[in-house]
């Protein structure tokens, strides 16, 4: 079993920056796929990064490539989120997520592959 416990999030305005972080209660290293989602109000939940850790390959979504980071720190097992030109858009509840057994890229943005959850961190974007 692993708990993520997220921080970072917080209220900016359009153009800012924020950092999440995800620590998790074991090692991350060389064993999981790991990520964030995010839900807006009256939204589905959707994906926003992966990183396979043991190679460091990482998939983003389209609608943040360019201006979100996914990255971990393998010491102390902690996953984070550089989040820079944040629009209001990006307003969210975001969710670390994990899983031992990573999905193929076609589905890597799937909710239902990821066996662990964080309980999000609040993401506020005012224009």
């Known amino acids: 079993q692993v708990q993520l416990v997220e921080s970072g999030g917080g209220s900016v305005q359009a153009g800012g920056s924020l950092r999440l972080s995800c620590a998790a209660s074991?090692?991350?290293?060389?064993?999981?796929?790991m990520g964030w989602f995010r839900q807006a109000p009256g939204k589905e939940r959707e994906g926003v990064a992966i990183?396979?850790?043991?190679?460091?390959?990482?998939h983003v979504a389209d609608s943040v490539k360019g201006r979100f980071t996914i990255s971990t720190d393998n010491v102390k097992n902690t996953l984070y989120l550089q989040m820079n030109s944040l629009k209001p858009e990006d307003t969210a509840m975001y969710y670390c997520?994990?899983?031992?057994?990573?999905?193929?890229?076609?589905?890597?943005?799937?909710?239902?592959?990821?066996?662990?959850w964080g309980q999000g961190t609040q993401v506020t974007v005012s224009s």
């Open positions: 997520a994990a899983t031992r057994w990573c999905p193929r890229s076609t589905l890597i943005f799937r909710e239902s592959a990821y066996t662990y």
């Open positions: 074991q090692s991350i290293y060389n064993t999981y796929c």
């Open positions: 990183i396979y850790t043991p190679a460091s390959n990482t």
